[in-house]
């Protein structure tokens, strides 16, 4: 993992900001959902991109109960059926 050799602190809400050079060159943009993972004693923040629950395909998406759903897992499981 690569140090940026930024800090910032959390305020008195659980917040930090993040700084704008590091949002451009990541191309997140106000508004974006970031997902958060834990890794040992890390945390690590990456940009949101909805997939596949099954295969994590991410072209042809439909939700389903709340879950991505690609096009090729539906016509396996349909096939299944």
């Known amino acids: 993992m690569k140090s940026t050799g930024i800090v910032r602190k959390i ?8 700084p704008k050079e590091l949002r451009s060159t990541l ?6 959902s ?11 923040l990456k940009k949101y991109e909805p997939s596949c629950i099954f295969c994590g395909e991410m072209d042809g998406l439909t939700s389903y109960k709340g879950h991505n759903v690609c ?7 349909a096939g299944n059926l």
């Open 11 to 18: 305020d008195e809400l659980g917040r930090i900001v993040l």
């Open 71 to 77: 096009r090729n897992c539906i016509e396996k499981l």
């Open 34 to 44: 970031l997902e958060i993972f834990v890794e040992d004693s890390m945390i690590v």
């Open 27 to 32: 191309k997140i943009h106000e508004r974006d």
